[in-house]
Nanobody
Framework: EVQLQASGGGLVQAGGSLRLSCAAS????????IGWFRQAPGKERGGVSC????????HYADAVKGRFTISSDNAKNTVYLQMNSLKPEDTAVYYC???????????????WGQGTLVTVSS
């Protein structure tokens, strides 16, 4: 079955950078939209970014525009989230997820990976 594994989280000072990776097994990213979501302590999970290689679009939540960049390496079945200028408000567990139902036309996750914790200190 499809497996998604997020990695790359850690502790970073405000203003610093991290790059998260989402590696897939038994899944070709070129055929599906892959998204990053996050859940901060005491808050609901929300969308961060999403990419669809087949449809050729990228989406960013307003809170991360200009700071985060999503990219994919289909040969490696990996999606990345480059996070720059990190703020304490970015502290959360970050999850990658795949929309396996829309054929790359939307980013409504149906398969979730394990989260990776990002902690940004003041």
């Amino acid at each position: 079955e499809v497996q998604l594994q997020a990695s790359g989280g850690g502790l970073v000072q405000a203003g610093g950078s991290l790059r998260l990776s989402c590696a897939a097994s038994e899944l070709t990213f070129d055929d599906y939209a892959i998204g990053w979501f996050r859940q901060a302590p005491g808050k609901e999970r929300g969308g961060v970014s999403c990419i669809s290689s087949s449809e050729g679009w990228v989406h960013y939540a307003d809170a991360v525009k200009g700071r985060f960049t999503i990219s994919s390496d289909n040969a490696k079945n990996t999606v990345y989230l480059q996070m720059n200028s990190l703020k304490p408000e970015d502290t959360a567990v970050y999850y990658c997820a795949a929309d396996l139902e829309s054929g790359g036309s939307s980013c409504r996750p149906s398969k979730w990976g394990q989260g990776t914790l990002v902690t940004v200190s003041s």
